[in-house]
């Protein structure tokens, strides 16, 4: 996104002043939007993010309506969406995930409701945010669906999804192929297909349970009760029901099978689960809601006598958030009343965690996360132009937009950067000179390394 602003360059994802096409650009266009439009109001990277909210709230949307014509079930999908502990985190972050989930979840709605132009458009997005992986798990659930009697006339809206997706899946890829095959290559062949066999090395892990490993946090509460509507239901599934069922499966076999697995990448199966977990939304008994919001209500109690009691969370919020964390606090109060129970309840104890952790500790925690400090005082120590070796994909981002620094540089260049993961410092070869050293603060895996030619 800052590459886009600083550049005026749209077509090539670039981080670090390197091209970066391992995801296509569409959330990088959408953030960069979003940052002229309110960088006056926001630091451009907080403008930036509300790129994260908009493919949030078309997710939520989009699995609402995804969700049937029952009122309850309704509003209850998405809360237990947002709910999720999988998605709670990756929902805040500057990421092409919601994009796709943005996508994924238009896609659903559009199988669901026989709707050809939205299966097309939401195949569109995802393809866009992440390449094949969405629309691979869109057409897999459609295939599958039209097998099932009760769906088979979904066929139909193919023609439909075809002629809408289309456009989203020429243009850019034809304009980068235009510019350079050896990135499309890159983009197309590299980081679709060999990342999900395996050859091309991208990182992930190896192992095809692992989603289902992760399956008891990552999706919870949604799991739980998406188990209970199908145990319920045991003797004769609903077409409704089918359709939820079929969409998970599919979605857990698909991404399983690849040879990079991440928790991350398991974000889309979430959607299905919890449409099928909205069944169930009220079926538990009354004192599984009550246990929930007095859970909650303890852990939100600790985090404030933690707040008032703990020296150590330093540097201390300003008056906004206290005021801020307050409002969270009120509202997860006022939030007992109110229905769905256990969704409301769920969501809203949730979200006082996080909210309370994003207020009253967010300034200790950005202290020991952020690489701000340790950008300033490289560019404190600069003099003439960096070469930059083994940064990974966050520095490289970090270190161009606080200090300016991108990868490569020239050869001949006085200063050479290295980031090791040894406290011990790197050798890097005859005629140069360590002139400045560094890390985060309490960080044990990254340090940054110096030296003057």
């Excluded at 266009?29 to 509300?50: E, M, N, Q, S, V």
């Amino acid at each position: 996104m800052f590459h886009i602003l600083e550049s005026g360059e749209w077509l090539v994802p670039t981080l670090g002043g390197l091209p970066f096409v391992e995801k296509p650009p569409i959330f990088f266009w959408t953030a960069a939007l979003f940052a002229k439009l309110f960088g006056g109001i926001l630091p451009l990277h907080d403008a930036a993010r509300l790129a994260a909210g908009f493919y949030v709230a078309l997710t939520l949307g989009f699995t609402y309506l995804a969700s049937g014509s029952n009122k309850d079930r309704r509003i209850a999908a998405p809360l237990l969406l947002a709910g999720c502990l999988g998605y709670l985190q990756h929902a805040h972050q500057l990421i092409t995930d919601n994009s796709l989930m943005a996508g994924v979840a238009m896609g659903i709605y559009g199988l669901k409701s026989n709707r050809g132009l939205w299966l097309g458009t939401g195949a569109g997005l995802a393809f866009l945010s992440k390449g094949l992986v969405g629309p691979g798990l869109l057409g897999v659930t459609a295939i599958a669906l039209a097998i099932l009697p009760a769906w088979r006339h979904t066929w139909r809206s193919w023609p439909w999804a075809a002629a809408a997706f289309l456009p989203w899946a020429l243009v850019w890829p034809w304009l980068l192929y235009r510019h350079s095959p050896a990135l499309f290559h890159e983009w197309f062949v590299v980081n679709n297909f060999g990342r999900f066999s395996g050859s091309a090395g991208l990182g992930g892990v190896l192992d095809h349970f692992h989603y289902l490993k992760a399956l008891p946090w990552f999706a919870a509460p949604a799991w739980v009760l998406a188990a209970f509507t199908l145990w319920r239901s045991r003797r004769a599934l609903t077409p409704d029901l089918q359709f939820g069922l079929v969409a998970f499966i599919v979605m857990l076999a698909v991404l399983s099978a690849a040879s990079s697995a991440r928790t991350l990448y398991g974000l889309p199966f979430l959607i299905p689960l919890s449409i099928l977990a909205a069944y169930s939304a009220e079926a538990l008994p009354a004192w599984v809601d009550r246990a929930v919001a007095a859970l909650f209500a303890l852990l939100g109690a600790a985090l404030w006598i933690a707040f008032f009691a703990g020296p150590w969370a330093e540097p201390r919020p300003g008056p906004a958030a206290v005021v801020a964390a307050i409002g969270v606090t009120l509202l997860f109060a006022w939030s007992l009343r109110w229905q769905p129970a256990l969704p409301v309840r769920w969501l809203a104890g949730v979200t006082l965690a996080w909210g309370l952790a994003m207020t009253l500790y967010l300034p200790a925690i950005d202290e020991q996360k952020t690489y701000r400090g340790v950008a300033m005082e490289l560019r404190a120590a600069r003099q003439g132009c960096i070469t930059a070796r083994n940064l990974t994909e966050p520095q490289r981002g970090m270190f161009h937009y606080f200090a300016g620094i991108k990868e490569p540089s020239r050869d001949d260049c006085p200063l050479l950067l290295l980031h090791t993961d040894s406290a011990k410092a790197p050798a890097p070869g005859e005629g140069w000179k360590l002139v400045w050293q560094g890390t985060r603060p309490e960080d044990r895996k990254e340090y940054f390394w110096l030296f003057s030619r």
